[in-house]
């Protein structure tokens, strides 16, 4: 589902605004951004992408990218009002990481063409 690539685009937004937004679509190849910023199943050849022309766009490494995508994820999901959610899936790493399957089982009923890593 689009989620995650509007939420792809909120980091780059933060970190570098529009104009990066911009350049990235385009090194990836999307001339539409309602092509992924929909939230329906996407396609993981877009992502792949999306993440791509970051990494090229902001002359970042992909394992730098994506550590700075899952610092944002998480305050995302905060601002967003979903903190206490967030906050019941474990108080420490260990313990959110033993949640992290039942967290996709419970997203999967909401979007139940999502392929979630299990």
Request: proline share 4%.
């Amino acid at each position: 589902y689009g989620h995650i690539h509007v939420i792809w685009k909120d980091m780059v937004l933060t970190m570098d605004g529009p104009e990066a937004w911009a350049q990235i679509l385009l090194e990836a190849g999307i001339w539409d951004e309602a092509e992924v910023l929909d939230t329906v199943t996407q396609r993981d050849d877009l992502t792949f992408a999306l993440f791509e022309g970051t990494c090229k766009v902001l002359a970042m490494p992909m394992d730098d990218a994506l550590r700075a995508f899952g610092r944002h994820f998480v305050s995302f999901t905060l601002r967003s009002g979903n903190g206490a959610f967030l906050r019941s899936q474990g108080v420490t790493l260990p313990a959110f990481l033993e949640n992290v399957n039942a967290t996709h089982n419970y997203f999967e009923r909401d979007h139940p063409n999502a392929k979630f890593p299990f």
